[in-house]
């Protein structure tokens, strides 16, 4: 019997409720019927990015998507834009900006640490004309949460728009979209949502649109105006995703009724949980004390095969589990523990990591690590 | 018992099992396991499209992300580009260009009317710098075919990109990509497709990539380059809408199995026997003989209502038909009958328009077209 366990960066495992809701009848999206859907997702989306904004978005995109919306939305040409690095998700806001003529001024990050909210300062006061600051949230392929409340004090004198990929961290970490002084911020479906990719969720607050009126880089689908506008009239621009947003009726929902902050609480617990497991097992953080609740990004054992063992994990006991990107690539693998996730997922996973180093030759004390997340699961509730 | 029905301009019903298709436990898109349905779905779509190129991009995004795709892959800033406009969705062309200045040549035809195929010879004569050429295979907004083959006749002497939103058109109408010579077309999962909205699919011949190369507009989600290169690897360079593209393995296994021109031979027999069923009622096709198989454009009839008749049987009967858009409001009513659609159908549809019609107070005899639609059908096999 083989069952399925995600514990992957995203996409993560889907509640049955919201698979039955994604495949409800189809509807027609030009009908208050739909309407009503679209608009109780969009207050949800308010709730979850903890805005009170009515300006959230939703894509039918990638998350990257949305990030280009973000990007092309609120500057020109030539214009410069501080871009956090740290990662390639940090590194991809540089590109987009790149690929439109934005001038890009780095702060580039250790991959695996965490960027000091006074860098931003820092780089703010000496490129005093830079119009944007592009920040990740959780840095998916090193494991890292950025302090994002930090950061938007460092930049809340200076005058840039703070722009946050959230696209891991929503439903996860706190994200405090108002109280935090966020402009704007973009979210992904298939995370702590718990819902399918092929959603951006994008939530502009007031204090952004001064910069979106002024800027002059080409867009149509991504078109902020147009999402608006259309918005307004309790509909999108062009067709919807619309099982996708029926699914999203019923994700939010549960979000809503646990409540964001016990979501919150719920992950920080998980992620303490497996990250003790972890450590318990021998083996190393790889983002050390800078580890997001996202994912648990654990250096490989020296001279072990991460990636075989992986695979044969998943395709003889159905846990996915997944190794480094690019540069990181054979050197971390990663424990995704976000979305419709709960104690018992943790146990699984780090069960799942002892018989995949064991099996594969790699001494650790099997049960030390499973033994621990109980431990720490019980005594910390 | 009040049963769901969608007759409108897409999103289409869903077969049961492509629902049950997307339904399936999520899977991580960066497995053999994803790669190997990605693969069979591109595969599947080169069918579709008749093409033999091994370029069909798959995006998350709604069918219009597909067509800015076209656009920025394939011009430059200050390049001209002849658009058919007829309709909403060939103006969706021209509005698209003109964002990214684009200089557009319109070419405009009245409503409910098709371009003939020599005036686009004639601006091309014209307008000898003109590099691409954009034209709707279905106006879904007017339910008007363009004679695609036609225009690829006209079009191929000259040296501009034939680029066809085959949006709706797609699975409906035959649509030869290798045959007829047409160098990009694009189609959206909700229509022939018969899937949810969330899908864009984009064809590219190999006598494109000259003019992509070139192509100087800013990109990065929509850029064919990088969905080259991630194909190559059988994956795509962002996170694929996975329930989605689940589904479409068994929606595009459906069309295959019944056969593409067994596909397209069904829209044209239910289509014909549509428009017959209304001349029956002594109602007016508004694209005549212009009128595609993907939908029936009706005149409504004078002095009525007809946009709140179509709300009262959808509310009071389950039944979804649409009525005109923008200058159109009021002026039409559209039966949608592509994708999973047969005999059956077309008999509720048209008793639907019929109650729709007599409940509100417009003379018509009451069975006329549903016994007319009886024997197109029963004729004409």
């Given at each position: 019997?083989?069952?399925?366990?995600?514990?992957?960066?995203?996409?993560?495992?889907?509640?049955?409720?919201?698979?039955?809701?994604?495949?409800?009848?189809?509807?027609?999206?030009?009908?208050?019927?739909?309407?009503?859907?679209?608009?109780?997702?969009?207050?949800?989306?308010?709730?979850?990015?903890?805005?009170?904004?009515?300006?959230?978005?939703?894509?039918?995109?990638?998350?990257?998507?949305?990030?280009?919306?973000?990007?092309?939305?609120?500057?020109?040409?030539?214009?410069?834009?501080?871009?956090v690095?740290g990662g390639?998700f940090g590194?991809?806001w540089?590109?987009?900006?790149?690929?439109?003529?934005?001038?890009?001024?780095?702060?580039?990050?250790?991959?695996?640490?965490?960027?000091?909210?006074?860098?931003?300062?820092?780089?703010?006061?000496?490129?005093?004309?830079?119009?944007?600051?592009f920040v990740t949230q959780c840095e998916?392929?090193?494991?890292?949460?950025h302090?994002?409340?930090?950061?938007?004090?460092?930049?809340?004198?200076?005058?840039?728009?703070?722009?946050i990929d959230?696209i891991?961290?929503?439903?996860?970490?706190?994200?405090?979209?108002?109280?935090?002084?966020?402009?704007?911020?973009?979210?992904?479906?298939?995370?702590?949502?718990?819902?399918?990719?092929?959603?951006?969720?994008?939530?502009?607050?007031?204090?952004?649109?001064?910069?979106?009126?002024?800027?002059?880089?080409?867009?149509?689908?991504?078109?902020?105006?147009?999402?608006?506008?259309?918005?307004?009239?309790?509909?999108?621009?062009?067709?919807?995703?619309?099982?996708?947003?029926?699914?999203?009726?019923?994700?939010?929902?549960?979000?809503?009724?646990?409540?964001?902050?016990?979501?919150?609480?719920?992950?920080?617990?998980?992620?303490?949980?497996?990250?003790?497991?972890?450590?318990?097992?021998?083996?190393?953080?790889?983002?050390?004390?800078?580890?997001?609740?996202?994912?648990?990004?654990?250096?490989?054992?020296?001279?072990?095969?991460?990636?075989?063992?992986?695979?044969?994990?998943?395709?003889?006991?159905?846990?996915?589990?997944?190794?480094?990107?690019?540069?990181?690539?054979?050197?971390?693998?990663?424990?995704?523990?976000?979305?419709?996730?709960?104690?018992?997922?943790?146990?699984?996973?780090?069960?799942?990591?002892?018989?995949?180093?064991?099996?594969?030759?790699?001494?650790?004390?099997?049960?030390?690590?499973?033994?621990?997340?109980?431990?720490?699961?019980?005594?910390?509730?």
């Amino acid at each position: 019997m083989k069952k399925t366990y995600l514990f992957t960066p995203g996409p993560t495992q889907i509640p049955h409720d919201v698979t039955l809701a994604e495949a409800k009848s189809m509807i027609h999206h030009r009908t208050s019927e739909f309407s009503n859907i679209f608009i109780k997702v969009t207050e949800d989306l308010k709730y979850v990015f903890q805005s009170k904004s009515d300006e959230v978005f939703t894509f039918a995109s990638s998350g990257t998507g949305g990030m280009e919306a973000c990007v092309v939305n609120t500057l020109s040409q030539g214009d410069k834009a501080v871009v956090v690095r740290g990662g390639k998700f940090g590194e991809r806001w540089a590109e987009i900006c790149e690929a439109y003529g934005v001038d890009v001024i780095p702060i580039d990050i250790e991959y695996g640490k965490a960027v000091k909210p006074d860098l931003l300062d820092y780089a703010l006061r000496k490129e005093k004309e830079a119009r944007s600051v592009f920040v990740t949230q959780c840095e998916t392929s090193t494991g890292v949460v950025h302090d994002i409340e930090g950061i938007a004090k460092a930049v809340k004198s200076h005058n840039a728009l703070l722009i946050i990929d959230a696209i891991t961290g929503i439903g996860v970490h706190p994200l405090m979209m108002d109280d935090w002084g966020i402009d704007i911020a973009v979210a992904g479906s298939q995370k702590g949502c718990m819902l399918p990719p092929g959603l951006a969720f994008v939530c502009v607050a007031q204090s952004a649109w001064e910069s979106i009126k002024k800027a002059r880089l080409p867009k149509y689908y991504w078109d902020f105006k147009k999402m608006r506008k259309s918005l307004g009239n309790k509909t999108t621009p062009f067709t919807p995703a619309i099982s996708l947003i029926m699914a999203a009726g019923k994700a939010l929902d549960m979000i809503k009724k646990e409540g964001i902050e016990n979501v919150w609480s719920r992950h920080a617990r998980l992620a303490h949980a497996t990250r003790e497991g972890i450590k318990a097992l021998g083996l190393e953080l790889f983002a050390g004390d800078a580890s997001s609740n996202v994912l648990t990004a654990v250096k490989s054992p020296e001279g072990f095969d991460i990636n075989s063992a992986i695979k044969k994990l998943r395709d003889e006991s159905g846990v996915t589990i997944t190794g480094g990107q690019e540069e990181l690539k054979g050197k971390i693998f990663r424990i995704g523990h976000m979305g419709y996730v709960n104690e018992f997922d943790i146990i699984v996973a780090i069960s799942a990591v002892e018989k995949c180093l064991h099996e594969n030759g790699c001494k650790i004390e099997l049960g030390k690590g499973v033994s621990r997340v109980q431990e720490v699961l019980l005594s910390c509730k």
